[in-house]
């Protein structure tokens, strides 16, 4: 079975930057997409960025474009979002998600989840 553990969160200064990993188990990841969304308090949860796993394209929200990154680590199946420039409208907590085939921007899309990691953005 699909395991997704992110980790990373944390509190930070606008300005700053966090790198947030999400562990993947359980799974062979060659055929999928892994997506990262956020959900703030009182918001819908939203895409962030998405990366297939095979070949590594990568697509992006306009509100992170430029500021975010997502790579991956094939040996130990890990997707990372490189996160900089933050701003305190980045607050929220972000999930990594997973889906065979092809990436979404649509969070139903996605079939397997992790449980999320806080990252809290100071002005």
């Known amino acids: 079975q699909v395991q997704l553990v992110e980790s990373g969160g944390g509190l930070v200064q606008a300005g700053g930057s966090l790198r947030l990993s999400c562990a993947a188990s359980?799974?062979?990841?060659?055929?999928?997409?892994m997506g990262w969304f956020r959900k703030a308090p009182g918001k819908e949860r939203e895409f962030v960025g998405a990366?297939?796993?095979?070949?590594?394209?990568?697509y992006y929200a306009d509100s992170v474009k430029g500021r975010f990154t997502i790579s991956r680590d094939n040996a130990n199946n890990t997707v990372y979002l490189q996160m900089n420039s933050l701003k305190p409208e980045d607050t929220a907590v972000y999930y990594c998600?997973?889906?065979?085939?092809?990436?979404?921007?649509?969070?139903?899309?996605?079939?397997?989840w992790g449980q999320g990691t806080q990252v809290t953005v100071s002005s």
């Open positions: 998600a997973a889906r065979a085939g092809s990436w979404s921007s649509k969070w139903s899309e996605y079939v397997y």
């Open positions: 359980g799974g062979t990841f060659s055929y999928y997409a």
């Open positions: 990366i297939i796993w095979y070949g590594g394209n990568t």
